[in-house]
């Protein structure tokens, strides 16, 4: 196991602080996302060449929590590792040390599942992209432990919403604009345990500002897939929002539960430009959505 500690990214760390907020959980509208959690979900890493993927671990107990590291290739090839972060503790860890940047390799892009016994962990994932010259923050998805539930975790939705985003340009547009939508689907109740085969069946449904919406079926371990392969028949550079339902389900006809993010890059006319990215996230305990 390699863990890389430098000086430089203290402050990338102090930022994951800020983005992933100990809160506690409203009466009315629960966000868990916002409390720590026994198990965490980093959506995406990429650590093909010009690319590097760091992952910011917090510990908010005031005890050594050890977490076991489980590391899925696109093709759900899986590598695992272990890291110790002591009270209170910060952590950084280089996944291109430890999953390597073999572009022809398996674990060119993943994602991670990270687990311990207790709600002692924030997490966050730093996407550096040197060739393009952005970078994006990911928030984790935590998830609580059950005590003498049927399963060890609080389940991932099967539905997930992004409220708004852009669509593509014309090509050759300025300012141009694409995106990159990642779907997740760890393994329903066991950390680090081979996938089922095709846990991801969604439904993705995207509508417009002015009501056209276009449907698409999304299927796999994980789903990468560019933003203008979703949208192809909406206007460009308009307003839109997604909703995915998972139609998969276990072995015991539960729906498996989604994580995702959306990175967007808008470039302007001169070499510049930004990066977004956004957690697709579900509200939980609303009357409208049980």
Known sequence: MIRWKPRSLRSL???AL???PVTAPSAALINRELIPGARLIFPYYDVRPGTHTFLLFTNVAEVTTNVGLNFYGRDCSKTSSIISLSPADIDVVDVGAIV????????GQGFVDAETNRDHLLGTTVIVDVAHD???????APTQALEGGATPYRQFPSQLFLPAFLTPGPPGSSP???GLLILTAPHPTTPGAA???QPIQVVLVITDRDGRIVNRLLEGHQVIVPLDQLTSGLPPLTL???ELTNRATDESGQPIGLVGVFIQNLGGGGG?????????????????FP
């Open 13 to 15: 760390a102090a930022l």
């Open 18 to 20: 800020l983005i992933c």
């Open 100 to 107: 390597g940047s073999d572009p022809t390799g398996p674990f």
């Open 134 to 140: 952005w970078m994006v923050l990911i928030p984790a």
């Open 176 to 178: 141009v604009v694409d």
């Open 195 to 197: 996938l089922p085969e």
């Open 240 to 242: 839109a929002w997604m």
């Open 272 to 288: 510049g430009g930004m990066a977004m990215a956004t957690r697709l996230w579900r509200v939980w305990s609303h009357p409208l």
